[in-house]
Structures are given as structure tokens and as C-alpha cells.
């Protein structure tokens, strides 16, 4: 029944989907939390710069997004990430591309999370005299991502989703090997279940995981 | 009970919406089938020198001339063409049930499609080839594309050929459209785009690139463009005795002139009817 | 903007922080006027490339409207099924009856787990082999049942969130009353909700005008992004120009829609009907629903 997978690497798409998962989630907790700070600071250019990148972002297709930083970053800009191989090239590229894309929405997640910290915590450092940083650092952030492991763990499922745009620059992931396989292959019904399957199998674990974690580690106020 | 004012408003736009679609499905089975001295053909809309949506709304190309030229000698006037985009992996389903009369859109004849529809012609013989920036002579045979960067279509037949026979060591990009190969082409990280001759010379031949590229002129397979039709479709006959026409007075060789002449395209001759090249 | 975060700038913070904006702005300047340049050398920014958008009509009434126009049909098709279908099956994982929650949670789920994209092209394929839908509108009926799919279990998330948003004492107060389930969640629950999930349906609007362009993507269907395709093969390739058109376009579509919910939620507060709890928009994440549950 199921010798139609025969001749195609089901492993290697999916774990190049896992890979752009993991690395694009790193990428964007970083750069997102950047971001938040930039919305939360005192210097006015930056919050600037943070309400425009995440509007801006928000509203863009991610398709655009990623065939931007093949058209934009690589062609134009000559940014090779690198590497001088298309395969490698196209790889890191989606990573960017979907980092820059997801650290938006981790940046919202984390902009909430701030608001559900107490006045009163805020207050308290900035008595005792710790500047923004500090406060931001060693008060506000720790509590804000405890309050927000949930919505996180949305937004990484929603990555992990969102990796098949990535095939729009050849990046061989399995959306991509899905739609060669319909092509090729006459089982509809069951190529759609396997990867269907497959994306069940990544995504579900990881919302209860971390909706488990999230209960863990909520502040209780 | 405002939220009841909401729900309701939502489902009378919900139910005009379908009734809205409804309607528009019948103008259309009116105009397929009442009009009577229509006919449908499916062309491609974005491939310049074959099949071109102009920025006039209107058709331009090679398969679009030939098309019409059919159309006129199966008896309808230029007016009542109805053409309709016909994307490549659509055209069998197109031609099976009935959307389109026939398909004159880059579609080479090959067994796997013949099995599913009937083609008449060949009316263009085209080869699998190269576009290489103007000033590149590091390309002189399909050998040196190895360790070159190689740019084609996701999924297109020319770039598996490609990978598996020509030059496996090449490395090949892969995007959703030429546009974006041809702006690397330009940007020059891309040393050359490959898929048919015709289609290279298409573009070659538009006049924002003048002079900027060139054909190789590999031969590296051989791509006989018919015109499909439905199975067992009586149209095949009639299409072949049109293209027959079309050649034996000249107007054939016109529009491969008109359409491909200013890329320097060496065209093969006008091929045979039914004799495809392996 | 007063924040809790920082104290009220005195004449030494000020100076520091305009020093910082300073930096920042050289910055950002020096990343623009490289980009500039870059894009200068590589031609980018010829006239030709740019000209047909802004001297002539021709290139939006052939290429973008049609294409803005069926990215909008798809969009208000799959937000006028999606909204209703996603509250009743977000009410439904709320109901008492083991029967009901259970079967809508897994549909929930299951279609939350999955891509987008991949319903999509699911859907089309299954269109084109079980139904007789011609292939000219198959495109726009397998985008919108992939959006109806997905994005009506993402909303069903976020109705239940803003139903259990609310404080336990309005359902406990309407049941005291004597009012039946129905009632309370008709004339109690909903009309109070409405207002804490407004932001986070309005996020999942964006999402549903965003996700028309995997059908151009994937699936030959002519939306606002795909007509770069024909429109960039008829003026020589120009795809960074186009592209840029486009997106563009995207970001005031989106505009206009975020625009117009923030009025609608500022009115619909100021009728004092919210309890002020709000379903937080970034919970909704991209392409996800809100985290509530967890």
C-alpha cells in the first residue's frame, strides 16, 4: 500500500523542515527579543524602528518575504551567507527569511508578556536604582517569559508550518517533495495523509510539551 | 444583542455571497455554451515570444499567431477567441474536461501525455537549451556547465534533465518563474538559464534585453511542440490540415521571424505533421 | 509615552538619549545608503524598471487589479465562512456534552496541526479529481477551503479563549438568574467577549489575506502576487520592482484592515460591555491560535 514512498527521501525533506525549524526559532527568539526591548526603550528612534519593523513585517506575505532575500539579499546585495552553493545558500537564506518574519510575532508575544508583569516589580527596581537594562534584564524579561512560554510555543508551531514557503527558493523540504509526489504518483488520498502525518508528528509533541512547560514555570500571582 | 444583529448580518452576506458565485457560474456555462461560434483556447500568459499577456490586455507570440491562424482555418474570426491561461501543469485536466477546445502553450509532445490526450502536429521543433549573458564565452559545449551555476524552473523537465544527464555536477537553482532567473542572469550570480529554445529566444528577443544575452545553441533534446486536444477529438484532423496550410504559405515562417528573429534564434524548419524527433 | 520601565528623563538621560538616537539613526543610515548602492550598481533602480508603475495606467489594470481582485474574493470568502464556523466550533468544545467537545476538539486540532499550504494543495487535488469544479475557478474554491479549514479552527481557539477570558462569575450570575446554557452564552458570554477577542480575529484576518499568495505560489491561482509573474516577464524581468509594488500593496490592505478593527474595538469598549480582558494578539501568532488553553 504504501510502496509509492519508494524513491523519495521522506527523511531527508523532513528533516531539512525540522532543521529550518530549530535554527529559524533560535534566530527569531533573538532577534525578536531585541525588537521588544527596542519597542520598550526610552530612546524614542528605536521604539520607532521596532513599531514600524513589526507593522511592517506583519503585514507582508512570508512567500515575499523569502523570495526577497533570494532576489534582494543574495542577487543584489551579494550577501552569499557563506556558502557558494545554491543548496546552502537557499538553506540559510530561508532561515533569514523566516527569522526575520517570526521574530515579529515573538517580539508581540513578548510585548504581552511584559504588560502581564506587575507595576508595582517595575517600580521596585527602579527604586533600588537599576537603570533600564538592568530592569528590563534582571526584572521584567525573566517574569515576561515565563508568562509567555505559551503563546511562544504557538509561534513556533506556526514556524515550523510556515517552513514550507521556504520552497518557493528550492529549498527541498517536504512540502515541496509533496507536491513533486502528486505529480508523479497516482495515491492522492494517502500522499496527503503521510504528510499531513508528518506535520502532526512535529507539531502536536511540541504544543504539548510546551503547553506542559508552560504550566510549569507560570508566575502564579 | 448586538451579537444577534452580527450573526445575522454575517449570515445574509454569507448566503448573497453564495447566490453571488451561483450566478457567476451560470454567465459562464451561458457563454460556453449558448454563444455557439465561440472557441476557447489555452495559451500561456506569461512567456514572452509564445504566449504573452501585453500590458494592453491583450496576446502576443509565436503559439498565439498559430493558434489563431487555426482558429481562422476551423472557421471563427479573430473576435471570438476566448483565450484562457493555460499554466503547465493544468493543461491535461483542461483539455480532459472540456474547458479548453485545444492548447497551443509550449506543450511537447511526449508518451506520458499521449496517453491521456491527443495532440495534432508538431508545429515547432525546439531544443532543450542555454541563455548565457552576452559577454560569457566560458560556455562552449553542455560539458562545461559542470561547476556552473544553473538556473531553471521548480519541477520543469529541463531542470531534472539537468541534474540527471547533462551535468550533474552543475549547481542548479531552482525558482517559480524565468523573471527571477533572468534578474540573476543580470546580477551575474547565475552563469546561465536553461529550458527550451524558444522560450530562451522569447525573452532574448525582448527589447529591455538587447544585446545583454545570448543563445548557446546546444541541442540537448529535442521538444516537439503540438496543439492538444481532447481524445479522440475530430479537431486533431482539422488542426493538422491548418498547420499544413499555415506552413505552405509562408505565414508560418513569418511569425517565427517576427516573434524569435531579433534573438538570433537558428529555427529548425517547419516540421512535418506527425513526425516527431526523438 | 510613559512607561513603567524607565524614569521621567532628566536633562542627562534626555542628552544620552538623543546621543543613542543618533547612533542609531547613523546606523540605519549607513545600512540604507549601502543597500542604495548596491542596488544602483546592480541597475536596480533604472527608470525603465520602475517607470511602468508610476507613468502609466496599463500595468495595474492588466496585471494587479485583477489579481488584488481575486486575492480580496478569496479573502472575504474565507473570512465570511471561517468566522462563523470557527465560533461554532469554538463554542462546541465548550459544550457539556462529551459528544460534542470531544469530535470538535479533534477536528480543531487536527486542522491546526497542519500546514496551510498543504491543505491547499490537498484541496485542489481532490477538487480536481472528485469534482467536476472547472479548472478556471478550482484555484480560488481550494485556496479558500484551505484558508475556511484552517483558519476557522484557529478562530474556534480564540472564541474559546475569549469565552473563558471572561470572569466565572458571569456565567455563575446568569445560571442564577435562571438562565438556560443557551441564553447565557448568546445574551452574557459573546456580547462581552466580542471585545477581548477583536484584536486577536483581527491578526487572524491579516493571516487570511496573507495566505491567498500560497495559492499563487503553489496552486496557479492568479492572486495579487502571482500576477508579478505575466507583469514582470512584459517589462523585462523587473521582479525587484514588481515585488516591491506588491508587497506594498500587501502592507495597506493590511493597514486598512488593522485600521478599521481598532476604531471598531475603541467604540465597541467605549459601550462599556468589556470587562477589559483582552485575548492577547500576539498570542495568535502568524499563522496560530492563541495560547489560552495551555
Given at each position: 500500500m504504501f510502496d509509492f514512498l519508494e524513491g523519495y527521501d521522506l527523511w531527508a525533506a523532513f528533516w531539512t523542515t525540522v532543521k529550518l525549524t530549530a535554527l529559524s526559532a533560535v534566530g527569531s527568539l533573538i532577534w525578536g527579543t531585541l525588537l521588544a526591548g527596542m519597542r520598550v526603550s526610552p530612546v524614542p528612534l528605536m521604539r520607532g524602528f521596532g513599531t514600524a519593523y513589526v507593522n511592517v513585517v506583519r503585514n507582508i506575505p512570508l512567500t515575499v518575504i523569502i523570495v526577497f532575500t533570494s532576489l534582494g539579499l543574495f542577487q543584489t546585495l551579494n550577501i552569499n551567507m557563506g556558502a557558494d552553493d545554491f543548496t546552502t545558500i537557499n538553506f540559510r537564506l530561508a532561515v533569514f527569511g523566516l527569522t526575520a518574519y517570526t521574530a515579529a510575532f515573538v517580539c508581540e508575544a513578548l510585548r504581552s508578556g511584559i504588560n502581564t508583569v506587575p507595576v508595582g516589580q517595575a517600580e521596585a527596581a527602579r527604586a533600588i536604582g537599576l537603570s533600564f537594562t538592568q530592569v528590563l534584564t534582571l526584572v521584567i524579561l525573566p517574569q515576561a517569559f515565563r508568562s509567555v512560554v505559551g503563546p511562544l510555543a504557538n509561534v513556533l508551531i506556526a514556524l515550523t508550518k510556515n517552513t514550507t514557503v521556504a520552497a518557493a527558493i528550492g529549498v527541498t523540504e517536504a512540502a515541496l517533495l509533496m507536491r513533486e509526489m502528486i505529480e508523479n504518483e497516482a495515491q492522492l488520498i494517502l500522499i496527503g495523509a503521510v504528510f499531513a502525518f508528518g506535520y502532526i508528528c512535529l507539531t502536536l509533541p511540541t504544543g504539548l510539551i510546551l503547553g506542559w512547560v508552560s504550566k510549569k514555570v507560570a508566575v502564579k500571582r | 444583542m448586538k451579537v444577534r444583529k452580527v450573526t445575522a448580518a454575517a449570515s445574509v452576506l454569507l448566503a448573497l455571497s453564495l447566490t453571488a458565485t451561483a450566478c457567476g457560474g451560470d454567465d459562464k456555462d451561458d457563454k460556453?455554451?449558448?454563444?455557439?461560434?465561440?472557441?476557447?483556447?489555452?495559451?500561456?500568459?506569461?512567456?514572452?515570444?509564445?504566449?504573452?499577456?501585453?500590458?494592453?490586455?491583450?496576446?502576443?507570440?509565436?503559439d498565439v499567431d498559430v493558434a489563431t491562424y487555426v482558429a481562422k482555418e476551423l472557421g471563427y474570426k479573430e473576435g471570438d477567441?476566448?483565450?484562457?491561461?493555460?499554466?503547465?501543469?493544468?493543461?491535461?485536466?483542461?483539455?480532459q474536461r472540456g474547458d479548453v477546445d485545444f492548447i497551443a502553450a509550449t506543450y511537447s509532445i511526449t508518451p506520458e501525455r499521449e496517453e491521456k490526450v491527443d495532440f495534432a502536429g508538431p508545429y515547432l521543433l525546439a531544443h532543450q537549451d542555454i541563455l548565457v549573458r552576452a559577454d560569457d564565452k566560458s560556455i562552449k559545449s553542455p560539458k562545461d556547465l559542470n561547476n556552473k551555476k544553473l538556473c531553471s524552473v521548480a519541477g520543469s523537465t529541463s531542470a531534472q534533465n539537468v541534474k540527471k544527464k547533462l551535468a550533474p555536477k552543475a549547481d542548479l537553482q531552482t525558482y517559480g518563474g524565468y523573471s527571477e532567473c533572468l534578474t540573476g542572469l543580470q546580477n551575474k550570480v547565475i552563469d546561465a538559464l536553461t529550458t527550451d529554445d524558444s522560450i530562451l529566444a522569447g525573452y532574448a528577443a525582448q527589447k529591455e534585453f538587447e544585446g545583454k544575452f545570448k543563445l548557446a545553441g546546444f541541442k540537448m533534446t529535442n521538444e516537439n511542440y503540438g496543439i492538444g486536444v481532447k481524445k479522440g477529438s475530430d479537431l486533431k484532423k482539422k488542426i493538422n490540415d491548418a498547420l499544413t496550410k499555415m506552413v505552405k504559405d509562408k505565414a508560418w515562417d513569418e511569425t517565427v521571424k517576427k516573434h524569435f528573429g531579433p534573438a538570433n534564434y537558428k529555427n529548425e524548419p517547419a516540421p512535418q505533421i506527425g513526425d516527431i524527433v526523438k | 509615552m510613559t512607561s513603567v520601565l524607565y524614569d521621567a528623563p532628566g536633562p542627562r538621560a534626555k542628552r544620552r538619549n538623543i546621543l543613542y538616537s543618533i547612533g542609531f539613526l547613523v546606523v540605519l543610515a549607513a545600512a540604507a545608503y549601502w543597500v542604495y548602492t548596491k542596488l544602483d550598481e546592480k541597475n536596480q533602480l533604472e527608470w525603465v524598471k520602475w517607470k511602468p508603475f508610476?507613468?502609466?495606467?496599463?500595468?495595474?489594470?492588466?496585471?494587479?487589479?485583477?489579481?488584488?481582485?481575486?486575492?480580496?474574493?478569496?479573502?472575504?470568502?474565507?473570512?465570511?465562512?471561517?468566522?462563523?464556523?470557527g465560533a461554532v466550533f469554538g463554542i462546541a468544545r465548550l459544550s457539556d456534552h462529551a459528544w460534542v467537545r470531544w469530535p470538535s476538539g479533534a477536528v480543531v486540532e487536527f486542522f491546526r496541526a497542519i500546514p496551510v499550504l498543504i491543505l491547499m494543495v490537498f484541496a485542489n487535488a481532490a477538487l480536481a479529481e472528485f469534482t467536476d469544479v472547472s479548472s478556471e475557478d478550482r484555484p480560488l474554491y481550494a485556496v479558500v477551503t484551505g484558508l475556511v479549514l484552517y483558519n476557522a479552527s484557529v478562530l474556534a481557539e480564540i472564541v474559546r479563549a475569549g469565552i473563558l477570558s471572561l470572569p466565572k462569575g458571569q456565567s455563575e450570575a446568569a445560571m442564577a438568574i435562571g438562565l438556560r446554557k443557551g441564553q447565557t452564552m448568546r445574551s452574557v458570554l459573546l456580547p462581552q467577549s466580542v471585545t477581548a477577542m477583536l484584536p486577536a480575529i483581527v491578526s487572524q484576518l491579516v493571516v487570511i489575506v496573507k495566505d491567498t499568495a500560497?495559492?499563487?505560489?503553489?496552486?496557479?491561482?492568479?492572486?495579487?502576487?502571482?500576477?508579478?509573474?505575466?507583469?514582470?516577464?512584459?517589462?523585462?524581468?523587473?521582479?525587484?520592482?514588481?515585488?516591491t509594488?506588491?508587497?506594498?500593496?500587501?502592507?495597506?490592505?493590511?493597514?486598512?484592515?488593522?485600521?478599521?478593527?481598532?476604531?471598531?474595538?475603541?467604540?465597541?469598549?467605549?459601550?462599556?460591555?468589556?470587562?477589559?480582558?483582552?485575548?492577547?494578539?500576539?498570542?495568535?501568532?502568524?499563522?496560530?491560535?492563541?495560547?489560552?488553553?495551555?
Open positions: - | 460556453g455554451s449558448g454563444g455557439g461560434k465561440k472557441i476557447t483556447i489555452g495559451i500561456k500568459f506569461d512567456q514572452p515570444g509564445l504566449g504573452q499577456k501585453t500590458p494592453d490586455g491583450k496576446y502576443e507570440g509565436f477567441i476566448e483565450w484562457k491561461e493555460a499554466k503547465s501543469a493544468d493543461r491535461e485536466t483542461m483539455l | 508610476f507613468t502609466d495606467s496599463r500595468p495595474w489594470e492588466t496585471y494587479i487589479w485583477p489579481g488584488l481582485e481575486n486575492t480580496l474574493t478569496a479573502a472575504a470568502f474565507a473570512m465570511l465562512i471561517a468566522l462563523p464556523l500560497l495559492g499563487g505560489a503553489m496552486l496557479t491561482f492568479s492572486e495579487l502576487l502571482a500576477s508579478v509573474r505575466p507583469m514582470s516577464a512584459a517589462y523585462g524581468a523587473n521582479t525587484i520592482a514588481c515585488f509594488i506588491v508587497a506594498l500593496i500587501f502592507v495597506v490592505i493590511n493597514f486598512i484592515l488593522t485600521t478599521f478593527a481598532s476604531w471598531l474595538e475603541g467604540r465597541l469598549r467605549r459601550g462599556k460591555k468589556s470587562t477589559g480582558a483582552v485575548v492577547p494578539v500576539a498570542a495568535v501568532a502568524g499563522t496560530q491560535a492563541t495560547g489560552a488553553e495551555h
